[in-house]
Every structure is written in structure tokens, then in C-alpha cells.
Nanobody, 123 residues
């Protein structure tokens, strides 16, 4: 079992930056692949990116590639989502998720979810 708590959301102007954090409980954080997803109003939840257990590899959706960076600190049981060059279309609730397997993009492949944090990008 792992519990996830996101933080760092807020309101930012287009072109700005935000860093989201996701703190995990438990002593086995390093055994989980961590993913970030987002859900905009009226839309389905979509994959943003994920990071492997060691943090050695990351994978991103095309819509955020080159602007967003995922990294993790296994000593602090925390994964981060650094978001730069934000656009109004990045407005969504952002969720972190954990899975015990390898990298995945499908929502159904993740076992644990946080409660989400709102990111609003104004134009």
C-alpha cells in the first residue's frame, strides 16, 4: 500500500512555471514507477509522463515533451513535475499515481492515486 499526496498547484500566467510535488507514504517508494496524469473539465484523464523506479528514465506525452520534466528523490519519497512554458491548455487537475510494474501510459495500469491538485494557466 502507498498513499500519495500532491501539492504545488495554483494559478499562473501563460509562459510561467510551476513545480508539483507528490509525497508518498511507506518504505517501498523506490519500488514504484510513478506517473503524472491530468484531467481538464469535461475531458478524460490523460497521461502526462512517468518515471522509472530508479529515476533513470522518463517518458512524456507529446503535448508536454520539452516543457515538463519529471524527477524523483527516493530518499524523500517524493516525485516532482516541473512545468515550464505553461499554456492555457495545460489547465487541469494533476494527479500522481504509482504502479509496481514497468512504465505505462494507461490509467488502468496504475494501482494508487493521489487526490489531485489544480493547475490553472491564465492567458
Amino acid at each position: 500500500q502507498v498513499q500519495l499526496v500532491e501539492s504545488g498547484g495554483g494559478v499562473v500566467q501563460a509562459g510561467g512555471s510551476l513545480r508539483l510535488s507528490c509525497a508518498a507514504s511507506g518504505r517501498t517508494f523506490s519500488s514504484y514507477t510513478m506517473g503524472w496524469f491530468r484531467q481538464a473539465p469535461g475531458k478524460e484523464r490523460e497521461f502526462v509522463g512517468c518515471i522509472t523506479r530508479s529515476g533513470g528514465s522518463t517518458y512524456y506525452a507529446d503535448s508536454v515533451k520539452g516543457r515538463f520534466t519529471i524527477f524523483r528523490d527516493n530518499a524523500k519519497n517524493t516525485v516532482y513535475l516541473q512545468m515550464n512554458s505553461l499554456k492555457p491548455e495545460d489547465t487541469a487537475v494533476y494527479y500522481c499515481a504509482a504502479r509496481s510494474g514497468l512504465r505505462a501510459r494507461n490509467i488502468n495500469e496504475y494501482d494508487y492515486w493521489g487526490q489531485g491538485t489544480q493547475v490553472t494557466v491564465s492567458s
